[in-house]
């Protein structure tokens, strides 16, 4: 009994008033959430370059001061804010959380985490796990992914205390693409590297204001030709590399060129 008192003291009494505000509260956060989880990237997805992805960063950043401010609001109308009452619910809360929901309230600290550290934001391309994609959105305990393939793929933010995060624009414009191409070893070096760095220049898709390169590298089996060049959009990074790799297939034939021949078993070496 004495121990079910010190329990019912933390909370205020609630009449209608104080029920009406508290509904009050939670349905304007509601309202605001839906707001910028929908209009902002709505409105950022009809933009371009870096004030689309600075838009889409902002989106969770407001939700969690929505939902701090909400908490903010609502924990004083219904409990006695002291110290100790403070103290107490939240050790209560937190012992609650770590023994049933230890798995769910790593993900959601990992989300608080991932806003203010933003290993990741929302367009960016990133790679977790072996899974490569598009953030498109990233919520309290998860972050989506939008492949190639169109496959939406949501991963906890849990994996951020363990895996590594490859981001590949970093919530900028320059994502840099990569087009591969292996050749028999008995050709002109200089000629091949000089014509695959016009396929480069000549692409529709090509960021001008940043540099192309062609690297070349010896293997076993063949000589590996790499074009290194950034697209105007990350999203047309597979247009860019398809466009490179087919105009550099033809650039090779009219150089007579061939192309390496390698053996299953070479190619694993």
């Avoid at 806003?115 to 934001?121: A, Q």
């Avoid at 919520?139 to 363990?162: A, C, E, F, S, Y």
Wanted: some cysteine; proline content about 6%; charged content about 15%.
């Amino acid at each position: 009994m004495p121990e079910e008192h010190e329990v019912a003291r933390l909370f205020r009494p609630l009449d209608a008033v104080a029920m009406g505000e508290i509904a009050a509260i939670l349905g304007v956060a509601l309202l605001l959430i839906l707001f910028e989880q929908h209009l902002l990237p709505w409105f950022a997805n009809r933009l371009k370059g870096q004030v689309r992805l600075y838009l889409l960063a902002i989106v969770p950043v407001l939700r969690l001061l929505i939902i701090v401010g909400a908490l903010v609001l609502v924990v004083p109308r219904i409990i006695e804010p002291s110290l100790q009452n403070m103290v107490a619910l939240f050790g209560t809360v937190g012992l609650a959380i770590g023994f049933a929901l230890k798995d769910y309230a790593s993900s959601l600290i990992a989300g608080v985490v991932s806003v203010l550290e933003m290993p990741y934001r929302t367009g960016d391309w990133i790679e977790i796990g072996g899974t490569y994609g598009e953030v498109t959105h990233i919520g309290m305990r998860t972050v989506r992914l939008v492949t190639r393939d169109d496959n939406v793929v949501t991963i906890p933010h849990q994996k951020l205390w363990n895996d590594a995060i490859v981001n590949a624009n970093d919530g900028g414009q320059d994502l840099q693409c990569v087009a591969h191409f292996f050749v028999h070893p008995d050709h002109d070096g200089s000629a091949l590297q000089q014509a695959l760095h016009d396929v480069a220049l000549t692409s529709p898709y090509l960021q001008l204001r940043l540099p192309v390169t062609v690297g070349a590298a010896e293997l076993p089996w063949a000589t590996r030709y790499s074009i290194r060049a950034y697209p105007l959009d990350p999203r047309q990074q597979f247009r860019f590399v398809t466009d490179l790799t087919l105009r550099g297939k033809t650039a090779l034939t009219r150089l007579g060129v061939p192309p390496a021949a390698a053996t299953v078993a070479a190619a694993a070496d």
